[in-house]
């Protein structure tokens, strides 16, 4: 926010050239973004945090100034303006209809303005902050926003029918076209300014152009209002409006101030545009009276700012900021906090102000204190952890995105539909919770297919959401790793044949993260998800039951997401897949064996039907064989093969940790494998 160092100076003599000013407001907190010279003025831009409202003008910057350098800050002039003789009351009627919406509505008439132009002195501040002048009076309102951080909007009397104010909720489809000259669509959830008719203003955000300040006007109606924040930000949002009156409603606009505003407001036109201010005002008022209490213990500040910081300077410093100290219990004070300043709400909130104005830079270095716990992270980390470290052993590079999608990305690569709609969405197009991890993630693939990656294989572990059993409760949460590869994989070498990702690829990661956390090698079983291709489709098997699925990304939902070429993903809902982990289980390191392996290679011939899954089941339910690895290194469909059938070729590896085999041994046990495959899968051996 762009501030004037001529404009500040109004209010406080800090005795400070504008960087030394700059540097001091950045040592309590409003950082100086930066610094530039125009027009013999200095302008300031300070990133104000959005829990301080009250610095969103030159009279809070200068409070805090003051406050910093130990100078007496002046208030902006009190003195009334010249008065005419008819009552307000009688030239005009207020009505609130929503009070909920409208906590206080106060309004000025005012009579016989001249508009025109605004004086040079009014046009340059304006112009210093990036304020376009527009005329005399409406430049006396933003002035006064800039001034005092209270939003005020001017009526022309004369164009509101009835010469009333209705302060309701809009009609369905009511029409009004704001001052930026376009013409929108209202809902019953916007709050409007209203005269007898019609609509004249979008309350927090933007007045009509049915009644806006123009060079025939002579009559002014001058509003200042507290509205919800919460309605202002959802109207700014629904209708595409960002203003200075609605970034400051938004933020928490203070309730005290809005008379005070007006009326500093109504002097300053009758001295730019002449006129008189008619006695009394228009007001209605729902909201309490500001008051809150705020118990603060002295002892506590030093303990947690590590400061011998005296009772004396913390009283300073608070009632410098416009706080009330009540400090007749030496243990427990009473601190009362002015209006303006909402985000004081707790005792830690008046630590962290004392902190900001005796100075950060007086706090000690210390190393923090740890607890250190011998056992480390629980187990459910550590697991996480080892799936992680699966991923990245098998190529694959973590992504982190939104829980936030499309419904569309819900449809095509999700199983819950739509998804769930959230009331209040950072984007319309990412306004649903994800039911699944692969919309992020294959968006995250394409984008880096696109920008250069000749492959990319990226993992994902977080959570997605279903709708709640019952009605009212929360929705369901899943933990989820999701995997998604495309592109050709390996590097390209001249020894080595080029190989595209696939399948397996993915197949391999699960299956070595399964290994890490101590799981037995999962079983992967056919199924049929609705986006993958048919006959690619497989699910990961993990204690009996389906934790998760793999397979190749149907080509119309690829595309879809702007995916050239196929793509393989895979998703594991982790509770599922840990679930035939015993309780309390910790896997252990098992030493390398010392003893010589014996290899042993089988060709067999057994139906089409039968996987590798059930030869390498069958195989190790051979009771007594000491078998350390069974793995498949062929498999081929075709004469002299016959019809109907298939021939696998398997690696068995026989080892025992205690003690080194005999040929017999092994002879034997590979017998007996023959005969049970015979037995199960009426496998033969390749050649009998």
Known sequence: MKFSFEWLKDYVDSGLDPAEAGARLTAVGIPLDSLDHADGDTVFDFDVTTNRPDCMNHLGLARELAVATGKELREPSREP???????????????????????????????????????????????????????????????????????????????????????????????????????RKLDPEMLVIADDRRAVAVAGVMGGMDSEISLSTTDILLESAHFDPASVRKTARRLGLHTDASHRFERGA???????????????????????????????????????????????????????????????????????????DAVLWRVSTP????????????VEEIARHHGYDR?????????????GRPEPDRRIRRVQEAMLRCGFTEALNLSLVSDAD????????TGLKVINPLSEGQDRLRTGLLPGLLRNLVHNLNHGSEEARLFEIGRAFRRAKKPGELPEEDEILALACGGRGGVKHWSEPERHTDLFDVKGAVDLAARLVGLPCPTWEPCEIPFLRRGTGAAVMSGGSSAGFAGEVLPAAAASLG???????????????????????????????RTPSVSRDLSLILDQRHTYAEVE??????????????????????????????????NIVFQSPGRTLVSGEVADSVDQIVQRLRDRLGAVLRGD
């Open 563 to 593: 995916l050239e070429g196929p793509a393989y993903v895979a998703e594991v809902f982790l509770a599922r897949f840990f679930s035939p982990l015993p309780a309390g289980f910790v896997p252990r390191h098992a030493p390398l064996s």
């Open 339 to 350: 209006s303006f300043r909402g985000d004081l709400s707790i005792e830690e909130d008046l």
């Open 410 to 417: 819900n449809e095509i690569l999700g199983r819950e539909g």
């Open 81 to 183: 303006a010249p008065s005419g003789t008819t009552p307000a009351a009688k030239l005009a009627s207020l009505e609130v209809e929503a009070p909920d919406l409208c906590g206080r509505y106060t309004a000025l008439v005012l009579r016989g303005v001249k508009v025109g132009a605004s004086p040079a002195w009014l046009a340059r501040r304006l112009f210093a902050i990036g304020q376009r002048p527009i005329n005399s009076v409406v430049d006396v309102t933003n002035y006064v926003l800039w001034e005092m951080g209270h939003p005020l909007h001017a009526f022309d009397l004369a164009r509101l029918s009835g010469r009333k104010v209705r302060v309701r909720r809009a009609k369905p489809g009511e029409p009004l076209t704001t001052l930026d000259g376009i013409a």
């Open 617 to 650: 089941q069958a195989i190790r339910s051979v009771e007594g064989a000491p078998i350390a690895r069974v793995m498949i290194f062929d498999r081929y469909q075709g004469k002299p093969v016959p019809e109907g059938k298939v021939s696998m070729a398997v």
């Open 254 to 328: 203070d309730p005290e101030i809005a008379l005070r505003a007006a009326e500093r407001c109504a002097r300053l036109i009758t001295e730019v545009a002449g006129g008189t201010a008619a006695p009394g005002c228009l007001e209605s008022r729902t909201v309490a009276p500001f008051s809150r209490e705020i118990p603060l213990r002295p002892g506590r500040v030093r303990r947690l700012l590590g400061l011998e910081v005296s009772d004396a300077e913390m009283r300073r410093i608070l009632e410098l900021l416009r706080c009330t100290v009540d400090p007749r």
């Open 363 to 375: 706090i000690p270095t210390t190393l923090p204190q740890a607890l250190i716990f011998p056992e």
